[in-house]
C-alpha cells in the first residue's frame, strides 16, 4: 500500500534537505501529523519567510533582511578592514568572538575546478569593484579555510588585491588554545612550527 | 621489533586462529589456496590498516561475518604492546594498548612491515610509476610530512590538471588562477623532491653494500633520480621551489595545450645503474632481480636507521623466484636481525639448510599447524 499523497508529498520534501534519508524523512513526517495545528502553520510560515525575506547583502554577499546589511550599514565599524570569508556561517563565527570590528565579504565558495567553481562562480569580481570605488579601505584580510582549494583561493585574491597597494593579511595556522601539543597532529604541529614568533 | 603472536577472528578464510611466533624465521608452507598469503596480509593489516592486495576491506572479512578481528602482540626494544584491529561495515577501531585511537593515522606506525613479493621483482624494469609508488610507501612510512606533503601535491595536481584541461578548451581565461595553482603544485613539489633525493641518497648507500657483496664486488650500483628539475647533491627546498616555477612558467603554453601538468614529481622516475649502465635497459634478468633484492634489503636497513628499530619482513613467495646464491644473500642478511614470514609451497634446497631453526607452519583451509623442529 502507498502512502495518502499529503504524506507522500511531505516525505518527499523532507528528503530534499540535506543529511536526512527516507527513513528520517518518514519519521519527520509523522511526527508533523501529530504535531499542534499552529506549529505547523508557524513552521511553514518560517520555511517561506526565511526563503522570500532573505537577500544577500549587495555589498558584502551576506544573508541578510535588508540591503545592505546591517554591518555593511553600521558607521562605527571599521571602515578600513574587510574579512574575507568563504561562507555566511563563517561571518556568525567571527562575530561571536566579538573583538573584530570592520567589515566582512562572503564569497559563497572557493576556488576548485573539480567542483565546477572558477574565479567566475564565486563572489570575487565584487570584492574587486568594492575595493577599486572605496579608497578607504586599507587591509584585506582573508579568512579561507586551511585546505588546499582555501589556500589556492587566498593566493588568487592576494594576487589582484596586492598591486593596488592595499594590505592582504592571512590567518595564522597552528595549535587551537587550550590544547595539549602531545594531543596536536603531526601537520598541525609542523606548521606551528613553522609559524613560530618571536618573543 | 617483532610479533609475538597473532590472533584473527573471521579474518579471510581464518574463523578463529591464534598462533605464536618465533622472533626469527617463521615459515608458512602449504599449497594453494590454502591461506598462506592471508596470513602475510592479515600481519600487513595490523600494521597498516589496509591491505596491499585490495582496496576494498569487505574483501577481508570473512564471507557470510560482519566484522573481522586482528590481534597482536608487538615486542619493541622498549617494551610489549598489544595492538587491536576491528574491520567492520561502519569503518575501522584500532586499539593500541587497549585504548581506542580516535584518528588511524596515530595507530599506523607501530608495526612497520616490508613485503617482498614476486611483483617487487618489476621494480626494475617495470613502468616508472610502480617506482614511484615504491618511494612513495617507504618514505612515506617513514616520515609523516612527506605523506602529508604528497596528499596535497594531489589535490592540488587534480584541480590544475582540469583547469589546464578547461583552458585548452577556451572554457576558461583566467591564467592568474592557473598561476596560483602552479605555485601551489611547485611549493608542495619541491617539497617531495626534496625528501626523495634525500632519503634516495641514503637508501642508495645500504644497497650499495649488499649489491657488491652480492655481486662479491663486481658490481656496483648507482641510483639516479630522473627529473626535469635540474638538482644537484645540496638542492635546497627554496632552490627546487624557484625552479619548478620557472619551468611552469617556461612550459605554460604547452601544458595549456596538452591540457595536463607535465613537470612535477608525478612525473619523475627513478633509474638504476650497474657499472655506469642503465639496468632497465641494458641489464640481464639477472642483474634485474640482483637489483632489486639489493633495493629491498637495504630498505630494511634505511627503515631501522629512520626508526630505530628493525621493520618486520614479509616474503610472499619469493624464494621460488630466487637462484640458491640469492636466496643465500637473502636469508643470511635476514638472519638473527629481522623477524621474518615467509611462505612457500615447499621448504627445500637452500633454504632448509640456512635457516636456522625456523618455525615451521603447515596451512591448511585456514588452519596452522606447527611442524616438530627436526
Known amino acids: ?195 613560530r614568533q618571536e618573543m | 621489533m617483532y610479533l609475538e603472536n597473532l590472533t584473527l577472528h573471521n579474518f579471510r578464510n581464518y574463523a578463529d586462529l591464534d598462533v605464536t611466533f618465533d622472533r626469527g624465521v617463521n615459515v608458512l608452507l602449504g599449497q594453494n589456496a590454502q591461506g598462506k598469503t592471508n596470513l602475510l596480509e592479515a600481519i600487513y593489516v595490523l600494521a597498516l590498516t589496509r591491505s596491499h592486495r585490495t582496496a576494498n576491506d569487505r574483501e577481508l572479512i570473512r564471507w557470510q561475518h560482519q566484522t573481522a578481528l586482528l590481534k597482536g602482540r608487538l615486542h619493541r626494544a622498549t617494551g610489549s604492546v598489544p595492538l587491536e584491529l576491528t574491520l567492520g561495515k561502519r569503518g575501522k577501531r584500532a586499539k593500541v594498548n587497549h585504548l581506542e585511537q580516535a584518528k588511524l593515522s596515530q595507530y599506523v606506525g607501530q608495526l612497520n612491515v616490508i613485503v617482498f613479493a614476486p611483483e617487487d621483482l618489476s621494480i626494475v624494469k617495470g613502468a616508472p610509476s610502480i617506482r614511484r609508488r615504491f618511494m612513495d610507501m617507504e618514505f612515506g612510512q617513514m616520515s609523516p610530512k612527506y605523506l602529508y606533503n604528497l596528499s596535497q601535491y594531489r589535490a592540488i595536481l587534480k584541480q590544475r590538471n582540469l583547469y589546464l584541461r578547461q583552458l585548452s578548451r577556451h572554457q576558461v581565461k583566467d591564467k592568474v588562477y592557473l598561476g596560483v595553482l602552479s605555485d601551489q603544485l611547485a611549493a608542495f613539489g619541491a617539497e617531495i623532491i626534496h625528501k626523495r633525493l634525500e632519503l634516495l641518497g641514503q637508501l642508495e648507500q645500504w644497497a650499495q653494500g649488499v649489491h657488491s657483496e652480492i655481486t662479491q664486488q663486481q658490481e656496483q650500483l648507482t641510483f639516479h633520480y630522473v627529473t626535469q628539475v635540474p638538482t644537484e647533491d645540496q638542492t635546497s627546498v627554496d632552490h627546487l621551489y624557484e625552479t619548478l616555477q620557472k619551468l611552469y612558467a617556461q612550459q605554460e603554453a604547452k601544458e595549456i595545450f596538452q591540457g595536463t601538468t607535465l613537470i612535477g614529481p608525478h612525473r619523475d622516475d627513478l633509474q638504476f645503474s650497474v657499472n655506469g649502465k642503465n639496468v632497465q635497459t641494458f641489464g640481464s634478468q639477472g642483474q634485474q632481480r640482483t637489483t632489486a633484492l639489493s633495493v629491498k634489503l637495504a630498505e630494511i636497513d634505511l627503515m631501522k636507521a629512520e626508526t630505530g628499530e628493525y621493520p618486520v619482513l614479509l616474503l610472499d613467495d619469493v624464494l621460488s623466484e630466487l637462484d640458491a646464491d640469492r636466496q643465500t644473500h637473502l636469508l643470511t642478511a635476514i638472519q638473527d636481525k629481522v623477524q621474518t614470514f615467509l611462505t612457500t609451497p615447499s621448504l627445500d634446497g637452500v633454504a632448509r639448510q640456512l635457516i636456522n631453526a625456523p618455525k615451521v607452519f603447515n596451512v591448511n583451509h585456514g588452519i596452522l599447524h606447527e611442524e616438530e623442529p627436526h
Open chain 1, 1 to 195: 500500500m502507498q502512502y495518502p499523497e499529503p504524506i507522500a508529498k511531505l516525505i518527499d520534501s523532507y528528503m530534499k534537505l540535506p543529511g536526512i534519508g527516507g527513513k528520517t524523512a518518514t519519521r519527520l513526517a509523522f511526527y508533523t501529523i501529530d504535531m499542534d495545528g499552529d506549529d505547523v502553520t508557524e513552521f511553514a510560515k518560517a520555511l517561506i519567510a526565511a526563503k522570500r525575506d532573505l537577500h544577500f547583502c549587495s555589498i558584502c554577499g551576506n544573508i541578510t533582511e535588508n540591503d545592505p546589511c546591517d554591518i555593511c550599514r553600521d558607521k562605527s565599524r571599521d571602515q578600513s578592514t574587510v574579512l574575507v570569508v568563504e561562507e555566511a556561517k563563517d561571518v556568525m563565527a567571527m562575530e561571536k568572538i566579538k573583538e573584530y570590528n570592520g567589515l566582512y565579504h562572503v564569497l559563497h565558495g572557493v576556488l576548485s575546478p573539480i567542483d565546477g567553481k572558477g574565479p567566475e562562480d564565486i563572489n570575487i569580481a565584487s570584492l574587486l569593484k568594492r575595493l577599486q570605488q572605496n579608497d578607504g579601505i586599507h587591509e584585506v584580510i582573508i579568512a579561507t579555510n586551511a585546505t588546499p582549494e582555501g589556500e589556492a583561493t587566498a593566493m588568487y585574491i592576494s594576487r589582484l588585491v596586492k598591486p593596488a597597494g592595499i594590505k592582504v593579511t592571512r590567518l595564522a595556522h597552528g595549535l587551537s588554545v587550550g590544547s595539549d601539543i602531545q594531543y596536536a597532529d603531526e601537520m598541525t604541529l609542523f606548521k606551528a612550527v613553522e609559524g
